[in-house]
């Protein structure tokens, strides 16, 4: 199983990212998806989440209605469009799967497969 974070940058405030992770190996349809980030010294933090059929979205409140996540079932790939960047996003952020979440889980130890990172930097 292989999941690949790309599309990570550096942004002014205000910009704009495409957050893209491409999945191998398991059978995508059954996994609900998940976005996490972890700035320097802190723990890892919930993003947004998005269950088997794209039809039921969860964000952490400092991102609704700026971020929006997404799944292409053909492409077993997920996304993460992310508008009007704050400094505070700043971070390295992940994508997880798991197939025994319902709809979402909050927590990172709800999933059992983590790409590997892809860092995230807007600038002041």
Known sequence: ??????????VQTGG????????SG???LNYV??????????EREFVAALNR??????YRDSVQ??????RENAKSTVYLQMNSLKPEDTAV?????DSTITHYNRSPD??????QGTLVTVSS
Do not use: D, E, H
């Open 1 to 10: 199983v292989q999941l690949q974070a790309s599309g990570g940058g550096l």
């Open 16 to 23: 704009s990212l495409r957050l893209s992770c491409a999945t």
């Open 26 to 28: 398991l059978p995508f």
């Open 33 to 42: 998806m998940a976005w996490f980030r972890q700035a320097p010294g802190k």
């Open 53 to 58: 059929s794209g039809t039921r979205k969860n």
């Open 65 to 70: 209605g700026r971020f929006t996540i997404s």
């Open 93 to 97: 952020y992940f994508c997880a799967a």
């Open 110 to 115: 709800g999933y059992s497969y983590w790409g």
